[in-house]
């Protein structure tokens, strides 16, 4: 055991000797090294403690456009009051897109364009919703299926419109969505995926609001 003992020993003083022996012949690499890592995570910190602030200042400007969005007032909630109180959804977009509450603002933003009729700028801004939200998610997807139908391309809007209904299985908005896609179907004149998903939704949704509205979109056997 005295001799096993000491040749750990011998061992660990020969990685110590081996360590100062490395250190001194790469004095400037190892301090490199060290000095890279520090300025790496104060980097990071730096980062972090950033996008935190700009996280705070976005919820807070997306609450003040918010009042405008939901009263309707759609120009105010686009460009901000002429106090300079709120400076709306836009300036929200164009400085703290990246966040969350950015990201929420941009889906805001493109309905307040939509509602407009400004539907070249309500598409732009429903395309680029990022975040991570479900429900913000299918409304994206949905609003281009709403600017492709409002424009004629019925049969995009379609598309888009079932396209929302699967991002998520729980979304209380599906029905809607895929009534929407079969009554898209219905005027671009597309028969085979307007009895298809006239079907899946009868089945998925036997007792739903839209059955009464369907039955008139449903095709001829």
């Known amino acids: 055991m005295a001799k096993a003992i000491k040749r750990s020993d011998e061992k660990v003083l020969q990685m110590y000797y081996n360590a100062i022996d490395y250190y001194e012949k790469n004095k400037k690499i190892v301090w490199s090294i060290i000095t890279g890592i520090i300025v ?44 300079g109180i709120s400076k709306g959804l836009l300036y929200v977009v164009e400085n703290y897109g990246s966040t969350e509450s950015g990201e929420t603002a941009k889906i805001m933003l493109a309905q307040s364009f939509y509602a407009l009729r400004d539907f070249n700028s309500a598409l732009i801004y429903f395309k680029d919703y990022g975040g991570k939200d479900y429900i913000l998610k299918s409304t994206s997807i949905a609003g281009i299926g709403m600017v492709y139908d409002a424009n004629g391309d019925y049969k995009n809007a379609a598309e888009y ?34 009895k298809r998903i006239i079907k899946e939704f009868k089945t998925e949704y036997p007792k739903s609001k839209y059955l009464a509205e369907i039955n008139r979109y449903d095709p001829p056997n």
Do not use: H, P, W
Request: glycine residues 2%; charged residues 30%.
């Open 40 to 83: 790496v995570v104060v980097v990071i910190f730096i980062y972090l403690r950033n996008q935190a602030a700009k996280s705070e200042t976005a919820a807070l400007e997306l609450d003040k456009a918010k009042t405008a969005f939901m009263n309707n007032e759609y120009q105010k909630a686009i460009y901000g009051d002429s106090l």
């Open 161 to 194: 419109f079932e396209k929302a209904s699967k991002v998520a299985k729980d979304n209380f908005k599906n029905e809607e969505y895929i009534y929407n896609s079969i009554r898209c179907y219905f005027y671009a004149k597309d028969t085979d995926n307007l």
